[in-house]
């Protein structure tokens, strides 16, 4: 374990929470990656879940088998136990990754219950990543997430057929998006990572959509290009046809974009790949 230092960035500290030991590849790459470009730190945060030890107390507490032909009575300290390897599996993978890529690492393990977020995570600043795929219950933890961790800068998630971490970056720009701080976030990944950026111009009449590639243009500087396409409302099903187009390694784009519907696990599946959502 490496020190854990305050960075300038906050881009470039990923959080990373994880309430299993099976953490998504996808999503470990792509916040290894956000945290060398932005030349920060790794932090392993497991939340262990109060409740099911709670529940693993009760004298009725039994496990059955996804066959339902099979229990076994559960305990408090066997449930412990499990989730104790899960942590520890899961603090030796990020160790091995942080250290391959040079970054300073540290890891933790917190409570966790169904009333909020632990206090371990609302003091964070930087970017959480989400190494659980998302999942139907998620649209309303990720709004959850933005009102109570005031310092994060973003979340980084994927669903559960995301495969890919190589390919363009793909930027999704709406006339309500900070069209500054996107293109630098994703054009400065793209050039860590050697991709190409694809900026999707959303929703946007023709002033706008001027206005948004000047934006972008001006944020990329000089020498630096990008592919724009005019993509209209970018709904689930738009970003699907994008995704089989461009084939993106990481899609990037505000919150409100996604956190605001209910939509956000269909957002993710029709990525093929982590999504970046930035406040």
């Known amino acids: 374990m490496t020190g854990w230092g305050a960075k300038s960035d906050i881009r470039g500290r990923v959080i990373l929470r994880m309430e299993s030991g099976e953490a998504s590849s996808v999503v470990l790459e792509i ?7 932005f030349d920060g730190e790794l932090h392993g945060l497991f939340l262990r879940d109060e409740n099911l030890l709670a529940l693993a107390g009760l004298p009725f507490a039994r496990e059955i088998s996804f066959s339902g032909r099979r229990s076994r009575a559960l305990s408090t300290e066997a ?10 599996t899961m603090r030796r993978r990020l160790d091995r990754l942080a250290q391959a890529a040079r970054l300073p690492f540290r890891f933790d393990v917190a409570g966790r219950t169904a009333g909020g977020l632990p206090v371990e995570l609302r003091s964070q600043t930087g970017i959480l990543a989400l190494g659980d795929p998302v999942f139907p219950a998620t649209p309303a933890d990720l709004a959850r997430i933005f009102d109570e961790m005031s ?3 973003g979340i980084l998630l994927a669903g559960r057929d995301a495969r890919r971490t190589h390919g363009p970056i793909l930027l999704l720009a709406d006339p309500r998006s ?29 002033v706008e959509s001027r206005r948004m590639v000047a934006e972008v243009k001006q944020a990329l500087g000089d020498g630096r290009g990008c592919e724009f396409v005019h993509a209209g409302l970018i709904a689930p099903s738009g970003l699907a046809r994008l995704a089989r187009h461009y084939r993106p390694g990481l899609v990037v784009a505000r919150a409100g974009l996604m956190t605001r519907s209910t939509d956000a696990v ?12 930035l406040r």
């Open 151 to 153: 310092g994060i800068a």
């Open 266 to 277: 269909r957002y993710a599946s029709a990525a093929e790949c982590p999504i970046l959502l």
């Open 79 to 88: 449930v412990y136990r499990e989730m104790e390897t899960a942590a520890e």
């Open 31 to 37: 916040a290894v990656r956000v945290a060398r470009t």
């Open 178 to 206: 900070d069209i500054a701080g996107l293109t630098d976030t994703a054009g400065r990944i793209a050039g860590e990572s050697g991709e190409r950026l694809v900026v999707a111009l959303s929703d946007a009449a023709d």
